[in-house]
């Protein structure tokens, strides 16, 4: 079950390694965070997802002690870092813009958060190299960031994070000024080296492939506000409100109608729900995901309509359908089917919605 917005979250291992509590902002009148809280275990990589301006970054920048919070608390292995400067709070931080020195190599940049007045020169290139190694960078050292792809680049700027040996991880959108398929190939990459170091990872992305592929738990923000946090799966099959629900993933949003005895209607027909979900009062609408609409539903099948076929969309092993209920032409629903299973040519078929596929929102 998911929890209440903002309030401590069940799931991760105890204690935790990092603890939010109530942390809020504000920049004037506008709440940039309202009493967010939020629990990240040792080993764990929880992704802050949300729409620009949901208050995700702002709340990264908190933990790493670069903007003051208003109110709140952060603890970090137990240690209370509110008031910490960011020197002592044991992280290394990964930018969207790379954030590398260009008059510097390589190396030099590598080894520019590793003190330099306590560590040999044999150790300091030893452990610059095996940053490097890592990344998958070896023998870069003598580089300029100028002479290096935008993927290697930030490939450096996370050795230079990592090269400390900091017990949290920042990502600040790490990825998002990458071509797609750097992008893709630098996400695997990343996750085996969270896995591989197993530190504590904090990701801030708005991209919710990137969240899906790469966490552990997802953290959806929304206008200061954590709506919801759960791993990928249920996030995705089980929407705590309909924000979430309509920002990860695709989605139909069906109106619906009471009938008298209180039960909710689609295009006139009775709507079966699974027992669990409950009809709320006034204005509903139908939440189902495209996978959830069985095309060709035999006779007998619950929430079975008549539909017209409007729009096929060819993506390779799967395919995308428009569909025109009877009775609600005005508001189209979208399946998403494999591709063999495509019935041939347009016309009207039965279609059907997979009960437990289906939500109701206010």
């Known amino acids: 079950m998911s929890q209440p917005p903002n309030a ?32 990240v275990a040792q080993g764990e990589f929880v992704c802050l997802l949300g729409p620009s301006g949901c208050g995700k970054t702002t709340l990264l920048r908190i933990v790493a002690g670069l903007e003051d919070c208003d109110g709140g608390q952060i603890l970090a292995g137990g240690r209370d870092i509110t008031q910490a400067p960011p020197r002592e709070r044991d992280y290394g931080i990964v930018f969207q813009s790379y954030a590398l020195f260009p008059n510097l190599t390589v190396a030099q940049n590598v080894a520019y958060g590793l003190d330099s007045r306590n560590t040999d020169r044999a150790r300091l290139r030893a452990r610059v190299a095996e940053m490097l190694a890592l990344v998958g960078l070896a023998g870069s050292e003598e580089k300029y960031p100028a002479q290096l792809s935008g993927g290697q680049q930030q490939r450096v700027a996370l050795a230079r994070a990592l090269a400390p040996a900091p017990s949290l991880l920042l990502l600040d959108e790490p990825m998002s000024a990458l071509d797609a398929q750097v992008r893709e190939h630098l996400r695997v990459e990343l ?52 924000f979430v629900a309509g920002f990860v993933g695709q989605a139909n949003w069906l109106p619906l109608e009471h009938a008298g005895d209180g039960s909710l209607r689609l295009a006139g027909q009775p709507l079966q729900l699974c027992p669990a979900q409950a009809a709320p009062r006034g204005r509903a609408r139908l939440f189902c995901r495209p996978e959830a609409v069985t095309l060709n539903a035999p006779e007998g099948m619950p929430n079975r309509h008549l539909a017209r076929i409007t729009d096929q969309l060819y993506l390779g092993s799967r395919s995308r359908v428009t569909l025109a209920l009877d009775g609600l032409e005005d508001t189209p629903v979208v399946a998403e089917v ?14 059907a919605l997979q009960r437990d596929g289906l939500r109701v929102y206010a």
């Open 338 to 351: 494999p591709s063999a299973a495509l019935p041939a040519g347009g016309g009207k078929l039965w279609i």
């Open 8 to 39: 401590p979250q069940a799931g991760t291992a105890s204690p935790a390694f990092l603890s939010v509590r109530g942390i809020s902002r504000r920049f004037g009148a506008f709440t940039a965070l309202d009493g967010v809280s939020l629990d």
């Open 191 to 242: 996750r085996r080296l969270q896995r591989k170091l197993n530190v504590t990872t904090v990701m801030v992305t708005h991209d919710q492939d990137e969240a899906m592929a790469m966490a552990d738990r997802i953290a959806v923000m929304s206008n200061g506000r954590i709506e919801q946090t759960g791993a990928p799966q249920d996030i995705y099959a089980a929407p705590a409100t309909a």
